[in-house]
């Protein structure tokens, strides 16, 4: 763990901690939003599984109110026009997430353990790396948002090993690990994330 948390402190102390800060400057600005965004937000969420970050930000810019306002049918075309994966499967499950307006609307002010189960249980499309990612963005700072990129990084300095399946179980047990490493870098999970994503990608996106 020395090693990784070494190169965190590092990139602490030049310009990507610039770039860090600001964007979470910009997460915690989406608890002012209005449903309408936040709504695209969930559906950016929904579209990154199996996905790409910068795809996927890409189709969110373009469809804008589309996520709230088209049918089923226009939607899934919207989809497959921008390229994105599993077109059809993506628009109903934005479609369905439409019936839980209300709630969306709350979920800033939610625990946030508490709000990402209701997000797992309740919206299609959803698991424990897409509601982290959702609820980071809008503000919550606790939650590790856990894919390929974060294992590869834990793998490489020995902190565990590559998991077959990411259950719910070996999810929890990679953020404690996670965690860890945040509290030694004093820094949220929400901060640590940007910086174990740039030290992957070279990259700070949201």
Not at 31 to 39: A, D, P, S, V
Not at 56 to 84: M, P, R, T, W, Y
Not at 102 to 125: F, H, M, T
Request: charged share 35%.
């Amino acid at each position: 763990m020395k090693r990784l948390l070494e190169s965190v402190e590092n990139l602490k102390k030049g310009k990507v901690r610039e770039l860090v800060d600001s964007r979470i400057r910009e997460f915690k600005q989406k608890g002012e939003k209005t449903i309408n965004e936040l709504f695209s937000e969930l559906c950016f969420c929904i579209l990154t599984a199996n996905s790409t970050a910068e795809r996927c930000i890409a189709v969110q810019d373009k469809i804008k109110d589309g996520f709230l306002k088209l049918k089923e049918e226009q939607l899934a075309d919207n989809l497959k026009k921008h390229s994105c994966r599993f077109h059809t499967k993506r628009a109903s499950y934005i479609i369905e997430a439409r019936k839980h307006l209300e709630e969306l609307s709350k979920i800033i002010e939610q625990d946030s353990q508490k709000a990402r189960e209701w997000l797992v249980k309740n919206i299609k499309g959803i698991g424990y790396k897409e509601s982290s990612h959702f609820l980071r963005n809008i503000g919550h700072q606790n939650l590790a948002i856990i894919d390929f990129h974060i294992i590869d990084l834990l793998v490489k300095h020995n902190l565990t090993e590559k998991p077959k399946t990411l259950t719910k179980k070996e999810y929890f047990k990679l953020e404690d690990t996670l965690r860890t490493i945040a509290t030694n870098t004093q820094l949220s999970l929400a901060e640590l994330d940007l910086y174990l994503w740039y030290m992957e990608t070279g990259k700070v996106l949201k």
